[in-house]
Nanobody, 115 residues
Framework: QVQLVESGGGLVQAGGSLRLSCAASTNIFSINYMGWYRQAPGNQRELVATITSRGTTNYVDSVKGRFTIFRDNAKNTVYLQMNSLKPEDTAVYYC?????????WGQGTQVTVSS
């Protein structure tokens, strides 16, 4: 069983920045990939960014150039640096870890971007 704990959400004005953290209860090298997803009210949960155990990253087009996913192996933590935030980035952000064939989710952290 892997536990993931997110933090760092909050309220920010458009154009501002936030950094989300996802702390894992296990060595993140054992996790095939970790990712950030988000879900806005009335919408399905969508992929935002992922990073593999080898460090390969992937982003949804709407955040490319604004968001960066990276990790600190010593802290077993994955981060999502979010810059140039827009009101449409408002959502609950979830951290996910996959150890094939299982998926583990955090509890989510709210990000609200005001215009």
């Amino acid at each position: 069983q892997v536990q993931l704990v997110e933090s760092g959400g909050g309220l920010v004005q458009a154009g501002g920045s936030l950094r989300l953290s996802c702390a894992a209860s296990t060595n993140i090298f054992s996790i095939n990939y970790m990712g950030w997803y988000r879900q806005a009210p009335g919408n399905q949960r969508e992929l935002v960014a992922t990073i593999t155990s080898r460090g390969t990253t992937n982003y949804v087009d709407s955040v490319k150039g604004r968001f960066t996913i990276f990790r600190d192996n010593a802290k077993n933590t994955v981060y999502l640096q979010m810059n140039s935030l827009k009101p449409e980035d408002t959502a609950v952000y979830y951290c996910k870890g996959r150890i094939i064939p299982y998926d583990y989710w955090g509890q989510g952290t709210q990000v609200t971007v005001s215009s």
